[in-house]
């Protein structure tokens, strides 16, 4: 990994993902079926050994029998293995792309997206993140752990079956600083968390609320990068995904399957991309961090000037884009 | 424009840019033809009346015989007209999108890309860059002038006929701000510029230099975001673009050919994003700031790793760019 020293952002080389396969061809249609696909049942000697997987209790471990699996990336952008290795060449600054990078298979059909599983599956997967986080952050050479997922080939996918991915980073990335300076900011000046107000304000005023349960709240947020762009906050506070009680996660699970229909009525099943925003390691910020979930509909491109200055241009305001989803535009 | 609480960027709501009709059709055909399109000599009717133009003596404005011309873009992200009328609601912060968005059309010719065109025509294309942002920052709500170039449909563009984009903006982008904090920081320590530092170093390296000449220098920089991404840097320090003299806008062009040859041949004609990064008005820094363009080849997709960690993976290190683009890889 190396940092940039103009604008303070690490990047990770990675050559070995050039070895990649394509499996998307140019034109987006998908050139994996169920018999070639390396996350469909039957395949699994496709994939690097299991991790983790939930399985028929008759079944053995990298063999037909699955309902969700967790591998390790054939392709890591970062590996376990080694140390960190922190040094400088010149003024510029190193380290080893320790880490680690993992796939969950979120489901053992090809074809079905996020929002035609049951709640129990979709349970199971944020489950499995919240148990691959505990695992991962006991080794202290992780900072953060980044879950995501990207649908489709439009916002990033490289394979068609449904899957998510974690990787665990040795420092704590630059989006999250940027979040945590806000927040610490805010919490200095009004003792309060920034994310609280922010569901406590958005809560109140109501037109930027898509939907909201006992337990979570979805909105589009007051200035959204991207059309339709929609953040889940839980309501009660909290820092951490991974200490959330597992009914708080099957309630997230309902309410993310409700999110995804409406979106995909919508908007006629876009790509997407759905990032968990989570508390790094060991840097004491449970007053003021809140955990929530990003989630980007990739309807439009971006360009020169989002590159240059980091400022998007979004022609839907958020109030439209609730009206949109609640069916009501 | 809006400003996101959670990360301090702040976005550009602009509901009618939903009317831009779609040039692009879904596989990536370009559907427009000289005949009807708005960039071409003879549709001078079809765009907005021409700020600029390098026009034959005879000619008139808005009618043939240009060989570039500039003209507002038909759906602005930003309107010249009004206040700005900064505000609050709630502890969110708003102001109105007061700016400008022109479009530079780089020639009347709509299918030459920048590297086919004479090196007096690219000259005259950055020439007018400079006209541009001297007139455009006369106005003091002006804080910053990003001009940039979008070229081919994965890199952003609408439209396939040759054209930059220059875009005044009331503040200063974060992509920005975070330049300048770095090189603010390293100016305090060192009383260098970190540019004027990185092209010394890198000229000495030797291994991520692409390509020089008296006034310039090409690199891929230490740490790339993306594969084969280049950077431009006058070698002899200055802040400012537009106080360039016109014989090293000439240097520029010739260089910027040559290097946009060499990613045509080396790449396939890959889409590009091509970024001017200049100094801001009335910020004082011309000791630390050093203007320069980024040269991003759009070829490997971008998903929610990058757009939750601002971290980017890059199969390509830019020791092996190099060697690719100079053609010894």
Redesign the interface.
Known sequence: M?????????????????MRPRFYVQ?GENVLTPGNCPFCEGNESMTPPEIYAVRDRQSRANERGWRLRVVPNKYP?LRVEGSLDKRG????DKLNGIGAHEVVIETNSHVKGMDELGVEEVTEIFLTFKRRILDLKKDIRFKYI?V???HE?M???TISHPHS?I?A?PVV????G??LD??RG?FEVRDRC??C??IY?EGE?GKRVLVENGEFIVIS?????MPFELAIYPKGHGASFEDAADSSVGSLASILRDVLGRLNRALERPAY?????NSPFGMGCGDYFHWHI?L?PVIT?????????????????PE?AIKVLSGKG
Chains 1, 2 share one sequence.
């Open positions: 190396r940092r940039d020293p103009v604008t303070g952002h690490w990047v990770i080389l990675s050559p070995e993902r050039k034109n952008a060449e010149g003024f510029y980044q995501f997922k990207n080939r916002a990033g996918a991915q990787v980073l990335p630059l989006r999250l940027e979040m806000a927040a805010h920034m994310f107000d922010i304000h005023y947020p007051f200035a959204p990068k991309n759905l990032i968990l925003h990003e980007v491109g971006t360009g020169g000037f989002e590159l240059g200055t980091y400022t998007y241009i979004n022609p839907t305001v439209e």
